[in-house]
């Protein structure tokens, strides 16, 4: 887990195409996963209405807020990258970088980013 204090964050599935343009195969695998079973997707989902969502952690970091402490995590599914935040807590088991979750609750758009808080989560293998 990271501070996200000047941090550069990268994506774990990155490489070079043919063509040597950056490819990220892990977000095609994502995209195809999500239309191949009609599932709802980050890109999709409505604001204020409850949703179940799947996908990708990217990122995971402790971001205080309001002097409390506020796990951040950005799920993302292919098409879009949802903010996850978890207030009052510094870490939750199973919670890292490149795993698979499906999380639920009320999506919604705070200084202008895709977030949930608190959502429910379910880890996948």
Known sequence: ???GHGERRRSLF????RDGQ??????SDLRRDHAAVGRVTIAE??????VELFGTLRAVTLQPRGGAPALQAELSDGTGVLTLIWLGRRSIRGIAAGRSISVSGRAGVQDG???MFNPRYELRP
């Open 22 to 27: 950056l490819v990220d195969q892990h977000t």
């Open 45 to 50: 989902a409505p604001d204020r209405e409850p």
């Open 113 to 115: 980013v895709r977030v």
């Open 1 to 3: 887990m990271s501070t």
């Open 14 to 17: 990155r490489g070079r195409g």
